[in-house]
């Protein structure tokens, strides 16, 4: 009987069956890594701003504090994004006719706030509170980690209900005195835990209430 197909048809049709598979199982990869990829946790992503704004720059190198600019994160929940007066302080002299600078100039002659974009933002209904945790002394490289080397922020780790409940669990390794809370470059000493259980009696925080659902869905 002649044959039905070529020889070169024949291989042709074996090359498609491999692509599509190949391509069908390649699908179900991406879909399994896409849902904890950092693409869709906003890890390690930057985004783009009004002005581009450098912490390596302001923190690392300049060394200006970072309640200089978020001066709430001690009081209120939220630590807020500066006013554009904070960065007219030395922007009127220092560098006052930059291009990058004109949308800071504009906010501040309209009097009305930069809108900055949103990096780290939980669900609504989880609650969070700045000011408990920097009173805690847990420090803000704690969740956000190395800002002060960071051109454009971007979020360091997933904040997953595991995260915090880590944390909550067992904050004694993870506290360090309240003076050092701002202080990206604080080594922790050998004796950290034993510290942190200190501090625990001290401050009186019990474990055993942090992991309760209440605290953080209100
Ligand atoms: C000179 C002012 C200034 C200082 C000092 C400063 N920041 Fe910021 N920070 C900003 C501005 C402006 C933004 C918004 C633009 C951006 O994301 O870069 C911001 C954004 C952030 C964000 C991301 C907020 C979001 O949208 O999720 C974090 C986290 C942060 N700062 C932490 C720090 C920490 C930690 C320090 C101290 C080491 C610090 N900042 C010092 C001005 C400042
Ligand atoms: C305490 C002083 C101070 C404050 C407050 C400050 N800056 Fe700066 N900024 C500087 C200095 C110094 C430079 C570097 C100038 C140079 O390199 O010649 C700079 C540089 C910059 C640049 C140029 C790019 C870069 O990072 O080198 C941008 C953009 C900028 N600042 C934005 C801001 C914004 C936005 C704010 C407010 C959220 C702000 N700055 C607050 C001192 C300050
Ligand atoms: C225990 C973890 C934790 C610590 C410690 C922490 N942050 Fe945050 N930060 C968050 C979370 C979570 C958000 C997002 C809050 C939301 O979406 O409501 C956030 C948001 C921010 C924002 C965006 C504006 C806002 O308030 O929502 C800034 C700025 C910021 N943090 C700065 C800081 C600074 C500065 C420190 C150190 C004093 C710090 N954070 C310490 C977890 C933390
Ligand atoms: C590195 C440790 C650490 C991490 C991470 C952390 N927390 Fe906390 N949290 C603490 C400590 C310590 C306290 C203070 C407990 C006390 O004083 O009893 C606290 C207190 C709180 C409180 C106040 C509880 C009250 O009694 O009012 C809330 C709300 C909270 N955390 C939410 C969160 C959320 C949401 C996250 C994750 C996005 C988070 N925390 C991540 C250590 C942490
Ligand atoms: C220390 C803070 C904290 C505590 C305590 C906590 N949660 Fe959450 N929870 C979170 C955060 C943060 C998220 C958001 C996670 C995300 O965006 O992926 C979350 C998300 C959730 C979700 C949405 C689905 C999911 O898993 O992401 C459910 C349901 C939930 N929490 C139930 C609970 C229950 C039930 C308890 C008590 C046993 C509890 N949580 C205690 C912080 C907390």
Redesign the pocket.
């Known amino acids: 009987m002649a044959q039905v197909f070529s020889r070169a048809a024949d291989s042709y049709l074996r090359l498609g069956l491999i692509i599509i598979s190949g391509l069908v199982a390649g699908g179900l990869l991406l879909a399994s890594g896409l849902v904890r990829s950092d693409y869709l946790t906003g890890v390690g992503v930057a985004m783009e701003q009004p002005v581009p704004f450098s912490h390596k720059h302001h923190t690392g190198e300049l060394g200006i504090d970072c309640r200089y600019c978020h001066d709430q994160v001690e009081t209120a929940a939220s630590a807020g994004y500066p006013p554009s007066h904070t960065c007219m302080t030395c922007h009127s002299q220092l560098w006052s006719n930059a291009a990058a600078l004109a949308p800071v100039r504009q906010s501040f002659t309209d009097d009305r706030p930069l809108r900055w974009n949103r990096i780290h933002d ?2 609504d ?2 609650y969070f509170n700045h000011s408990i945790h920097v009173a805690r002394g847990v420090g803000c490289a704690e969740c956000h980690g190395p800002v002060d080397r960071m051109t454009r922020i971007y979020q360091a780790r ?4 595991r ?3 880590d944390c ?1 669990r067992d904050p004694a390794p993870h506290l360090r005195p309240p003076e050092q809370v701002f202080n990206l470059d604080w080594q922790p000493p050998p004796d950290r835990a034993a510290f942190g259980r200190r501090r625990m009696a001290e401050l009186d925080i019990q474990p055993r209430h ?4 209440y ?3 209100r």
């Open positions: 939980l669900p209904y989880v997933p904040f997953y209900m995260f915090c409940l909550h942090l992991d309760s659902c605290i953080c869905h």
